[in-house]
């Protein structure tokens, strides 16, 4: 089983939706998936991304289940240097300030991210994303997946550059607090995890391709630097 995770395409975050750049990236994403023979499409309930699921949708005929857990955790905030951050912006300065390197099982009990509404969110994403996966066969014990129904779905799931790197550190047992500040995904950027199977018991996930735009540039698209803020404007491919 592969699971591929999308940012949505190039957004217009006033009113919410994409830029002509996103439709046109929103294409190459339909193709590219069409290629590697996507079988279910998901998609958080905002337009956005199931405007960018939609283009998908309509080249493989495929419908859309949308799930509003998909949507990043915008409401988690973060006051740095007077400004107002989403909580995924934590810059990594402080993150990795502390003398105690944060795990997977004690991220949420080091500052900044030890409140419960962080532990809410972190303990509800992880059970809304296996909820996903054990309704593909694929049911987690441990920290391994038991599979249940062996099989080749393709699942493409568009949501957002936060919720991109929530799956990146459930699947990987990695701290979220240096995943966020570690990662970055593009708009259009593919996240590709391949349920590795070594027995007819157990599947572990591996990510094959993090954030990659490979297709936007074979198509002639400039990757867009969004939602990384002033600092990241000069970064050029």
Same mark, same amino acid.
């Given at each position: ?36 023979? /996507? ?11 199931? *405007? ?5 949708? *309509? ?26 951050? /989403? ?30 509404? /962080? ?21 987690? *014990? ?6 249940? =129904? ?53 599947? /572990?996930?591996? =990510? ?9 540039? =074979? ?19």
């Amino acid at each position: 089983m592969h699971l591929y995770v999308l940012r949505h395409s190039d957004p217009l975050y006033e009113g919410d939706g994409l830029t002509d750049i996103g439709y046109k990236e929103a294409e190459v994403v339909a193709k590219r998936l069409k290629d590697k023979g /996507v079988t279910h499409i998901y998609s958080s309930h905002a337009i956005r991304a199931k *405007e960018s699921a939609r283009v998908t949708s *309509e080249a493989t005929g495929i419908e859309i289940t949308v799930y509003p857990w998909l949507l990043e955790p915008g409401h988690l905030r973060i006051e740095q240097e007077g400004k107002r951050y /989403v909580l995924w912006d934590t810059f990594g300065e402080l993150v990795r300030g502390s003398e105690e390197v944060p795990t997977y099982q004690n991220w949420t009990e080091l500052p900044p991210f030890n409140s419960p509404d /962080v532990s809410l969110m972190w303990n509800d994403f992880r059970r809304n994303a296996d909820e996903l996966l054990a309704s593909h066969g694929y049911s987690r *014990e441990g920290n391994r997946y038991r599979i249940v =129904a062996k099989n080749d779905h393709r699942i493409a799931v568009f949501s957002h550059g936060g919720t991109v790197l929530l799956f990146l550190a459930h699947l990987l047992l990695l701290p979220v607090s240096l995943t966020w500040c570690g990662f970055y995904s593009r708009p259009s950027g593919l996240t590709d995890f391949l349920f590795e199977e070594h027995s007819e018991d157990w599947a /572990v996930p591996r =990510a094959i391709q993090v954030a990659d735009v490979s297709h936007l540039l =074979a198509n002639g698209l400039t990757p867009q630097p969004r939602g990384m803020g002033n600092w990241f404007e000069d970064f050029r491919y």
